[in-house]
């Protein structure tokens, strides 16, 4: 059984800090590996999505790296704004099927401080 | 209107209620999923439609029924439901082709109360 691993579970760090998001998974036959920010009391926008076969996207000042064979996924965030606290979730794709049925670790919480 | 839309945003209801949530997506995506999100637990998937047809039912309660009437369109029916299911409840879609799971996009969510 799938199982994905976020740790930390929270994190504060100042304004301007370069930081790193950690993601682990059980079972390393995914399709693809995506990353999640979600708001307090708001759903989820995706972020950044790596297919089984790429080591990692950017978008802006988001990183996010895949390694598969030993099942682990960064997050890098360069030069963290306040406005970038929110809780980041990752989500492992279950392999098989015709549909994208992820599945999601609990989360790290950022806080940015200003 | 874009993306994916739910309604209502917030709900309250007791456990004799019959109440629905419903989404509607603009992305023309061929794949609609419902998620729960309970505090300090990991979302968790109860309904997949693909075409319109079920394909994935994860043990969910027979309280809890899907309908997808169309592609973009889904609904969540509620009827006696227990107070642990308070919960916020996400709608999403996808464009999958055989073999190449897409990008997943997120409702807002609904907001649920059992009193």
């Known amino acids: 059984k799938q199982e994905v691993t976020q740790i930390p579970a929270a994190l504060s760090v100042p304004e301007g800090e370069n930081l790193v998001l950690n993601c682990s998974f059980t079972d390393s036959a995914i399709y693809n590996l995506q990353w999640f920010r979600q708001d307090p009391g708001k759903g989820l926008t995706s972020l950044l999505l790596?297919?089984?076969?790429?080591r990692e996207q950017t978008s802006g000042r988001l990183n996010a790296s895949l390694d598969k064979s030993s099942g682990r996924s960064t997050l890098y965030i360069a030069a963290s704004q306040p406005g970038d606290s929110a809780t980041y979730l990752c989500a492992v794709s279950r392999y098989g099927g015709a549909t994208n049925k992820l599945i999601f670790g609990t989360g790290t919480l950022l806080a940015v401080q200003p | 209107e874009t993306g994916v839309t739910q309604t209502p945003r917030h709900l309250v209801m007791g456990m004799t209620n019959k109440k629905s949530l419903k989404c509607e997506q603009h992305?023309?995506?061929?794949?609609m999923y419902w998620y729960k999100q309970s505090a300090k637990k990991p979302l968790e998937l109860m309904f997949v439609y693909s075409l319109e047809e079920r394909v994935e039912n994860n043990s969910v309660p027979s309280r809890f029924s899907p309908e997808c009437p169309n592609s973009s369109h889904l609904f969540l029916h509620l009827h006696t439901l227990q107070p642990e299911d308070s919960a916020l409840y996400l709608c999403?879609?996808?464009?999958?082709?055989?073999?190449?799971?897409?990008?997943?996009?997120f409702g807002e969510g609904s907001r649920l109360t059992v009193l």
């Open positions: 999403a879609s996808s464009q999958d082709t055989q073999g190449w799971a897409g990008e997943l996009f």
């Open positions: 790596i297919q089984s076969s790429q």
């Open positions: 992305l023309g995506h061929n794949a």
